[in-house]
């Protein structure tokens, strides 16, 4: 077993994996994963900005956006996220029943 400080840069590294792995995978669209997942970027952001705040660092939700989009969330937005299709929304309507 691994020590509590080995654990976490572990966990840190696996971490920043995923947000490159999400950075270059641009056209998976947030509704996609929210809708095979149910999570996505957005929820990162909040679970980034909530861990932020646990460990006494003050962070907003759009400072905790910027961290995980590695840009500021509209321009993101504007380069990467067309609006989700009708069958998106479907998917994702169904997904919440």
């Known amino acids: ?3 509590d400080s080995r654990k976490t840069a572990i966990e840190a590294a696996t971490f920043r994996r995923l ?26 952001s909040k679970w980034y900005a909530a861990a932020a705040e646990e460990h006494g660092v003050a962070m907003d939700y759009e400072q905790a956006r910027q961290e995980i989009y590695g840009m500021p969330y509209s321009e993101w937005k504007e380069k990467h996220q067309p609006p989700a299709s009708a069958e998106q929304l479907a998917a994702y309507a169904a997904r919440q029943t």
């Open 1 to 3: 077993m691994t020590s």
């Open 19 to 44: 947000l490159e792995h999400l950075d270059n995978n641009k056209d998976v669209q947030n509704i996609d994963l929210m809708i095979l997942a149910n999570f996505c970027r957005n929820c990162l």
